[in-house]
Structures are given as C-alpha cells and as structure tokens.
C-alpha cells in the first residue's frame, strides 16, 4: 500500500476501522469460497445428503451479506480518508501563500481525489483476498490430492512472474505511449477551447478533418500500446485455464483408473480456479489502482512540506502590541525577499519607516516590489534577511492573526466567495447588519446593491451574480470599512483596472477609509497618490530616493 | 451503413453507426470467450463425475479434447475480444468528437462557458468508450452466455433451466436495472453537492490571501469542511447501493446452484447430468454478474450523451440564410445603422449604435468596461445575433451572407485569443496558413514579438503542457495573427490589455503606425495616440454618448476629457 497512505490511514480512527473490517469482510468472503465447494462437492459426489444444500443455502447468503458489508465499509473508508486528506490540503492553502498553482489545488481537492475510491474499495481488499485466499486454497488441496496441489503451486507463480515479466519488458514502451496518448487526448479540448479563435480566421472548418486525423493516429497509437498490454492479460487468463485443463485431465484419468474418489476429484476442480481467481482480480484492479497512487502523490506532495515547513521555523505565540497604543510604527530594516526559483532579490535591502497615521504611496513599474512588501506586512512572505518591524516587535514573533486583525487590506483582485454580498463584506468579522450597512454605504456598494436581484443577499462568486471590476473594488473597500479596529490600511492599486468613473468613486471612499489610519497605498493612477502624504519609488527591488508628494506641495 | 453520414445528432445510437461489423466481430468474440469459460467447466465436470463410473477411455476422449481446446481459446478468444472491442470504441469517440466539433463551428454559446465545462464536455466524449466497452459488449456476451446456458441446461432438465434462467434474469436484468436506476437518482443528488464543495474550495485557494488578511480562513476551512461531509454522506448513500447489488449478485448465483441442484436431484437425474447443470450454472454468472456495475455505469454514460447531444443542438447564436449573397468586394465600406444587439433577456448591450466605417478610414471606441464595445465587434463578426438595425458592407446587410464570409472580411484580435498546444510558427500560421516565411516574420516583427519569439524559439511547443505565454506576449502574439491574416477591415479588442504601461504604449504606437491607411476599428481604454485616428466613438451603456475627433473630445466635458486627463496625470507622476 501507499506509504504516506497508510499512515494516514492508520492515523485516522474512522479510515482504519472501515478499513480493517472491509479487508476483514473480503477475506472472509473469499474464505467462505472454499466452504462453499466443500458443501457442493459433497452433494454433487453424492457423499453428502441433499440435507447439505441447507448449510450451503447459509454459506452463499453468508457471502452475500460479507459482499454488503464489504461494499458499505469501504465507501466509509474512502470518504473519510477523501475527507482527512481534503483537510490536509486545504489546511496547506496558506502556507502556499496566494500564487501557489491554485487551478491544481482546486482540481486535486475536488474530483482529483476521487481516484482514490477505485483503489480503497476495489485494488485493496483485492490484494488483501489474494495474498491469503490462494494460500488457504493450495493448503486444503494438499490435503485433499497432492498431485493437484503440485500442479497448483507450480503454475500459480507463473501468474506474477508472467506478470511481472510482460509489465517489465513491455514498461518504457507502453510508459512512452501512454504519455503520448495522453498529448494526442489533449489535442480535442484544445481546439474546442480555441475554437472562437479559429472561427476568427477561417479555420473552424478546417480543423474538423485534423480532429478526424489526429483521431486516427491516436486510435492507431492505442491499439499498438493495448496489443503489448492486453498480453499480459493473456498470459494470466491462459496460465489459469490452462493450469485447469491440467488439473482436471489427470483427475479424470486417475478416477478412471479408481486411485481418486468423486467426492475429491469434484472439490479439486471446484477449488483449483479459486487458486488463481484473485490473483487475476487484482490484476485487472492495478491500472485503475496506479490511478489513485498517482493522486495519493499528488496530494502528498502538497502536503508534506508543510511538515518540514512547520518545524523549521516555530512561531511564538507573543501578544501583538496593545491595541489602545494606536496605529504602530511600521519599521523595515535592511529587508530582502527572495521567491523560490529566481535569482534577483524581489525586495533588496529596503529600509523604510511609516509613522503612525502617516498616509503613504508606493509606486513604481511592475514587478518592482510593490505587492512584495505589501504582502510581507501581511506576512504571507518572510525576509530572508533584515527585520519588519511593528512598535519594535519583529513581525516573525508576533501571533499573525492577532497581527492581522490591526490591518485592513484591498488586494488588487479582491476574491468574492460564493456567499452573499452581506456575508462577502462581513468576512472575518462579527459584524451585524448594521454595520455592514454602513460599511457598504462608506464603501460605495450601496449604490449598486440595490440593483442585485436579491440586494445584500445576493449571491455571488464563480456561480453567482457577476460584479464589474469596480463593483468588486468597492466591496473590498466595504470589507476594510467593516473592521473599525484596523489601525493599517493596506491597498494593492486598488484602481488599476478601473475607468475614471469608478476609480473617482473608490478615491473618493479610500480617502474617508484613511481617516486616523496609518494607509500604505500602492499606487499608479494619480488621483490615488495624491492621498498620500509621502510617496515612496520602488524599482527592482530597490527604494529610489523618496521624492516629496507633487500633490502636497500644489496644495 | 457508410461513415458519409454528415449530421450532427449525438446519441447512444448514433455514436455507433457505421460499424456495425466490427461491433458484432467484438460481441463475437467476447461472447466466444465467455462460452469457452462455460464450457470448459462443464466439460471438465462431465468428464470427472463420467470418469468416475469407470467408463472405456475413448469413452472419455472427446471430453478431454475438449476440456483442453476450451482452455486454451478462452484466453485467445478475451484478448482478441478485448482489441477489437477497445478498437470499436476509439473509431465510435473519433465520430463522436468529430460530430461535436462539426456541430460547434456554427458560433453558438459556447464562448461564454467556463473553461471546466468545456473539458467537462470533452470528458463527455469519453463516456462512448464506455457505454461500448464497459456496457453493450459485457451485456451481449452475459446474454448469449446466459442463453446458451440455459439452453445447455434445458437439454438435461427443463425445470433446472427454468430455475437457470430466472436466477440470471435477475443477477443480469433486475440487478443492472436497479443499480442504473440508483445511479441516477443518487448522482443528482450528488452533483450539486460536489459543485458546493468545489466551490467552496476555489474560495478557499482563490480567496486565500482576502481570507488570511481578514482572519477568515477557520471560518472558510470549516464550510469546505461541512461541504465535504454532505458530499461524503451522499458517497457513502450510493456505496450502500452497490454494496447491496455486489451482495444481491453473489446471492442470487449461489442460490441459482443450490436450486438448480435440489430440483435436478427432485427430479432424479444422474450424477453426472446434475454435476453438469450445476457447475454450468455456477459459471454462467461469471459474465453475468458485472453487469451490476455495468448499469451503475450506464446511467452515467447515458447522461453524459444526453449533455452532448444537448450541446450539439443548441441553435448557433446566428441564423445563416438559406442561399448566401455572394460576398461583397473590397474595398469595404461598414455601414452600421440603430443597431440593436441584446444577450438573452437582459438589457440591451447596445442600443441603437451607428457608425460608418469607409476604406481607409480608422475609427476608435472607447467606453467603460460593459458598455457593449466587444459586443459591437461580435456583431460585426457575426457570432451574435443583430435585434434590430442594421450591419451593411458595401450596402449588403450582412444577414445576407454566410458568416464564415463575413470573417473572411471583418476580423482580427478578438477577446480572449487562445494559444493552442503547437509550435509559435503553427500558432501564428494558423491565420495564414499560405503565407510566405516573410510575411509571418514581418508580422512578427510589426507586434514586437520578433525578439520574444526569437528567444523562445519558433519551433516551441507553447500552449498548456508546453512553454507558458505571460498576458502581454499572448496579445502580441494574436496581433500577430490579426496583421498576418490581413483583413479587409482590421478589428482589434483591446490590443495592449494586460501589458505594462510602458509596453503598452509602444505596442499602441507601432499598432497605429501599422494600421495606417489601413480599414481599423480598434477598442480601446488607452487613449494615447488615439488623435491620430479618423474618428473616436464613445460608448457608454450600450449608446454612443460622444463622437468626434480627439480635439473635438477634449474640448467638451464628459466621459472622454475625464479619463484623459486621468490618464495625463498618471504619464507625468
């Protein structure tokens, strides 16, 4: 079994229990197989009297009921090992910080997992049934013809050594076209995805016989991969038949010759295929069983770091600095940032110190730091050297959610959940309906909630209502309003993609939001640097000479 | 049945057409494999309890002939069935595919789906593999074995086959119904919950920075959590199910056996006729008893055909006429007249908008997002549908001709453009595919994208598995295309979204020097250099509210001086 799997599955009380029941139920099932061919050879030999159809009667509802009981144990296994590494992901989410490759996550977290069910409910107890049944089955024909059992335990290796043998020789053969298979069933959704395009310049049409082509060729690619793969298959379906031909041939001879009673000769042929049966159910299960292995890794992979990540680097559990001391001064020394996988510094020695109630933009061209140091008074980034720095605590001591409470923040593309515009402006906050109310009227929603099918009940998110930019803007702005214990406003362009109307609105409500409040505002537009009393230049990374605010002085 | 059949139906029935041949050849084959596994067991059963009355051996020979002659085809027979069924499926999804895609060109509503629907509807194409490997050939081979079965035993006791032929009757028609019909009442139920639960987690990812900024992230784990639980409540509700139909099945197989016994030794019959009914029994259900999970599948695969067929039917967004005018030649005059253009029951997206495009000539419209500039240029494309007012070039209305010809005429750098998985030589030549090397790199060279392109080489694979294209690359790279298809009147939407301000403001320099002399209409939100061009419509609200030149507009207040001298503020900071 998966490593990583089975410790959490023997972490989790719910899983190991479903678990251990359900292997329990499918191995009693497949033991209840031999009883059963006890009982129907004996009546069919004639040995036992026709009374015996009654315990067999028992022993099938029996099996019957372990199949049920097999079934229902093992979707409780799987959705709660689905759930425990739902939870593992998700709780990962932060630590990933806001760019990890969100479109994955989300599709591992969902439908992703699903490939596990196969494997719980369907590979493992099958590789449990095989690795006892088959023993069970060569012990009792031991007992009962040994020359039966010699040919069993002769042939039955060659199940797995065949196995083996054709999955190995054939392996970077078919692993290479698998992963071509896998480009050529990647062609069709990218040209329906691209299809306004080619609609655009006359090819939709054209690519209908390219669809057909490659089509053809991934057909032609399959069947030369499934040929080699179906062998192995065949190897097995053959050793088994073929060891069943070479058990019930001599059994017949030897009956004939009178050295074998029926009663025997039936129990062997009944028992002899239960003998390679699992072996080939398992096998039939692996490809689907490599499916949820591979999701098993990819979810792993997610979630492991975090361990390594956790310990390396134990927060103290340090009190924010009183709330009544006011907004704090915001102190950068020498800081530098750096993200995994590229070499210039995202923020290189920077100092910088924002006084309490001090209003300050930040500009510069993309990509010169800007959000970086936004996100590090967030702490979604850490230095990796120099300090930051709140009222002389360094922020790396600090309990961040306490922390974070002091700050209100407006990304540049505030995320709406699908909840509703109440709840959207309310998130994170105890807030009654009264006071988001206000806070939507500061903000400016109120001017257009009204307009929403369901007003402030409105749904939105991916599947609800659909909200222009500057809409979405000023429900983040709501947001920030929504918290009037936040002492630092951090906003991340909160106008870059809006038109002049909108962005008035949103100058016009950012302003009255960084009344008595420290503001750190990264900026492009003008009308939003004239907010600020100080204006700070970013380029590369680096703090240019800070140049006093143009506006302050035409004032 | 020949392969020339061009409609677009997608249905169980006709996702298989055309290869009734190969269909049968691969029922054959499975149904052979699956008798050869009967009769395997039956002969060797004959042969044993026969053997046991110490009969002469020739007696005996024919059997064991038999015994080994089964033994080895039942694996020959699998693995041919298993080729020619997996070989029937890919031809029956290739029609499929192709079937949907002819039934998309028409422009429909596609555009606006989410991109997790549209591979949601490739994923549905899959489903024909399904319905023809997992579901019809399994049951035609259980059926022919099963009667065959019945038969076999109808000879050595009808009341045996009787008994027979009820006991697979339900393992093989009520079971596999049941189950079928359980899947569909329980995948209902489940698909709107794990659309919740994916929901909640896209807020959790998407929204992780907004939810770790407002401390909100207990609150948002904890609902994907209880997300979680009702979907694994139902998961568990339909596990219920199939454990019972996996226990239902073992059920009915053994006690088949048992009665197929009782009855034959009622009736007296031999030892070896009743060894034979009974172990005949006992394996006819081998190829019965999947079919449980067969159904189950069923009901998913008849669903995901409906979807498709669905898809295929929807009315394209444009009605084409019956006999085409022939399409007018350029030089093009654009005359738009009180357009009105409206998406499903809402407000109007425009409005009675009018504009008069003569060659050469360039014309900009400008407007705050959702005012109906993209909405103008799909009209003129023709991929929506005109409510009232009208589109003319060179007086023809274009509801007139076909609108792949008008494409041919009105086109250029749409929203959205899309890289597909090729080379950056195919994604470019896909607009030209008869251009010479010269003109694809003289066009290259006008987007700017020459050095880009020279860097990531022009034989990259770009695209999803292959090299990622940042925002700004990609729209030069559809510039690139809109100038190498060259149309009569050049449409751009716009050109420099998602660039840097710097970047943005060269590329709209080279856009306006490039397009020089040349039919232009460009949508904008950038207003630097729009004083060289003829004309500048504003549009707000689905209305032109402004139009003049760009002297004529900074003079007047409104919409247009506003974003000006917002614009003018930010050059000088």
Redesign the interface.
Known sequence: MHKDLLRLARAERGVRLHLACCLAAAVA?GLLVLV?AEL?AG????RFA?AA?FP??L???S??????????L???A???L??AL??LL??R??G???S?R?GE??TL???GLDALDPYL?GYLPSVAVAGIVPLAVVVRLFAADLATAVIVVLTLPLIPVFGALVGWTTKAVTERQWRALA?LG????????????????????Y??SV??RV??A??TA??RT??VA??S???L??VS??S??LV??P???R??S?SL??HT??LV??LA?EAYLPLRAMGTRFHAAMEGVAAADEAFAVIKPSQGGREKRPRAVRPAPAAESGPPRIRLEDVVVRYPGREEAALDRVSLVVEPGERVAI?G???AGKSTLLHLL???TTPAEGRVLADDADLADLDL?EW??R???V?QR?????ASVADNIA???AAGPDEIRAAAEAARVAEFAGTLPRGYDTVL???GANL??GQRQRI?LA?AFC?PAAEVL?LDEPTARL?????AAIVAATRRLAEGRTAIIVA????M?ELADRVVRLDGGVLVPPVPA?SGEAR | MSGAKTDTAISPLSAVTGMGRRLVLAGLAGAAADLAGVALIASAAWLITRAAEQPPLAALSVAIVAVRAFATSRGVFRYGERLAGHDVALRAQAGTRERLYRALIPAGPLPQRGADLLSRMVDDTDAVQDLLVRCLLPAAAALITGVAAVVVAGFLLPAAALVLAVGLLVAGVLLPAGTAAAARRWSARIAPARADLAARVADLVHGAADLAAYGARDRALAAAMDADGRLSRLERGQARINAAALGVGVLAQGLTVVAVVLTAQAAGLGRVATAVAALTSLVAFEPVLPLAAAGERFAGVVAALRRLGETAATPPAVREPAEPAPAPEPPLTVEVEDLVVRHGGREPALNGVSLTLTPGRRVAVVGPSGAGKSTLLSALMRTVEIESGSIRLNGVDVRRLSSDDVRALITGLTQDPYVFQATVRDNLRLAGPEASEEEVEAAVRRARLDAWAERTGWDTVLGEDGRTVSGGQLQRLALARALLYDPPVLLLDEPAEALDEETAGLLMADLLDATRGRTTLLVTHRLRGLEQVDEIVVLEGGRVTQRGTHADLVAVPGYYRDLWESEALTRRA
Do not use: N
């Not at chain 1, 009546?43 to 004639?46: D, P």
């Not at chain 1, 990647?186 to 049409?205: C, E, I, M, Q, Y």
């Not at chain 1, 505030?414 to 699908?418: K, T, Y």
């Not at chain 1, 038109?499 to 962005?503: F, K, L, Q």
């Open positions: 099932a059963q129907l009546v069919l030999s004639g026709v159809l067999l009667a022993v099938v509802a099996r019957g009921l372990l199949g049920w009981a097999q079934g229902m093992a979707g409780r799987a959705t709660a689905k759930s739902r939870r998700l709780g989410v932060e990933l910080g806001p990890y969100s996550l989300v977290a969902g439908r409910t480009r990647g062609h069709f959704l990218d040209v329906v995805r691209g299809l306004p395009t080619l609609r655009a310049f006359g090819r939709a049409r690519q209908a669809i057909r089509a053809e991934h057909r399959t069947m499934l040929r179906f062998l298959s065949l190897v379906e053959l038949s073929l069943l031909a019930a041939v059994v017949g001879l009956l004939l009178g009673d029926l000769a039936l042929l009944l295929p500009v061209p993309s990509g967030l702490g979604f959610d974070r409470r700050l209100a923040f990304p505030p995320h709406l959940f699908a998130l994170g906050s998110g991916e599947r222009s930019a983040a947001r918290r951090l038109d002049g109307r909108s962005e492009h537009r003008p009308a640097i143009r």
